[in-house]
């Protein structure tokens, strides 16, 4: 007759065994525990900022960061031959060295004073991540970065201005006279956008607006004053309905303002205070805005094929909802 047949086991055996199981389950916790500290894991939020590094598309760098081989303190010079950044920015006594495209919502900035590295973080429009930082010098790395942004902002403005009025095109003050096409408040079209992406609101023509503007100046180029236009305004967003006129440019082809535009006639907007700023220069001033206007031009809209390779991992597209930007750059 068969019958099922038992093991019996010696209970010293027994109790080998789980002390054997529970010195391993001690060890894999101090294994676990040694690694969050040396990564800097103290909460769920963590884990999950390194998950989205590890599945994303975020630039080595941020390895070396993690495994502290990067740390504050730690001279720029290391950090740029090791891993020279996309992009540079230089306000002195700060320097922003960025891992991250123009445009991508993954953002990896380093930032140093005098030559030291004093803070490091990745983020996206869900969490934020610091290596390391320091709380003593944000309000002054900020101050100084906002008048540094602020300038470059006016500066290329003021190139917008100066190739319009080199190709030979209209600069001038208008009043906006009516507008169409604002049919959906900033927080639908927003609302629209998380659920059906930006290219499908530009194929829709709901993000599109039409001004009607009657000329009241004319800076350069060949309008007169009391025309009326009409146009598709998506590129003027310092325009509206009952504001102080703002400072229109007006060119043949809007590949001239930003070569990834489309082949067709256009109109945009800047400040007055990018107008004055302009025609304070110098001949010579001039010149060195051209130079540097052009320069920033090539760097920011080099062909793909030529822009720095970052990991090949894809990640996960995240839902976006408001959240303070590293280091507000």
Not at 66 to 91: N, T
Not at 296 to 312: G, I, K
Request: charged letters at 30%; glycine letters at 8%; a neutral charge.
């Amino acid at each position: 007759m068969y019958g099922l047949s038992f093991i019996r086991l010696n209970p010293g055996t027994l109790r080998r065994a789980a002390i054997a199981f529970n010195g391993l389950l001690i060890l894999l916790t101090f294994a676990v525990i040694l690694l969050c500290g040396r990564l800097g894991i103290h909460s769920r939020e963590d884990v999950m900022a390194y998950r989205a590094m590890v599945q994303g598309q975020y630039h080595p760098v941020w390895r070396d960061l993690a495994w502290r081989r990067i740390r504050k303190g730690d001279p720029i010079e290391d950090v740029l031959k090791r891993h020279p950044p996309l992009r540079r920015d230089d306000f002195p006594p700060y320097t922003a060295l960025r891992y991250n495209e123009i445009g991508s919502s993954n953002r990896l900035v380093i930032g140093a004073r005098d030559g030291r590295l004093i803070s490091a973080g990745a983020g996206s429009s869900t969490w934020t991540r610091f290596f390391f930082h320091s709380p003593e010098e944000e309000q002054a790395f900020d101050k100084a970065y906002s008048a540094y942004a602020q300038q470059r902002i006016l500066e290329g403005q003021a190139f917008e201005i100066h190739q319009v009025i080199k190709s030979g095109q209209d600069v001038f003050l208008a009043r906006v006279t009516g507008s169409r096409g604002e049919e959906y408040s900033e927080e639908m079209l927003r609302e629209l956008r998380e659920i059906y992406g930006q290219e499908y609101l530009d194929s829709a023509g709901l993000t599109e607006r039409e001004f009607t503007v009657e000329v009241t100046a004319v800076l350069y180029g060949d309008l007169e004053i009391g025309t009326v236009l009409t146009f598709r305004a998506d590129n003027c967003r310092r325009a509206k309905a009952g504001e102080p006129e703002p400072v229109f440019l007006h060119v043949d082809d809007m590949r001239l303002l930003n070569p990834q535009h489309e082949a067709r006639e256009g109109y945009s907007t800047v400040s007055r205070k990018a107008l004055e700023w302009y025609q304070s220069l110098t001949p010579d001033q001039v010149e060195e805005l051209e130079a540097q206007g052009l320069a920033r031009r090539a760097e920011r809209w080099q062909p793909e094929e030529l822009r720095p390779r970052q990991s090949p991992k894809t990640g996960t597209k995240q839902p976006q909802r408001e959240r303070r930007p590293f280091l507000r750059l």
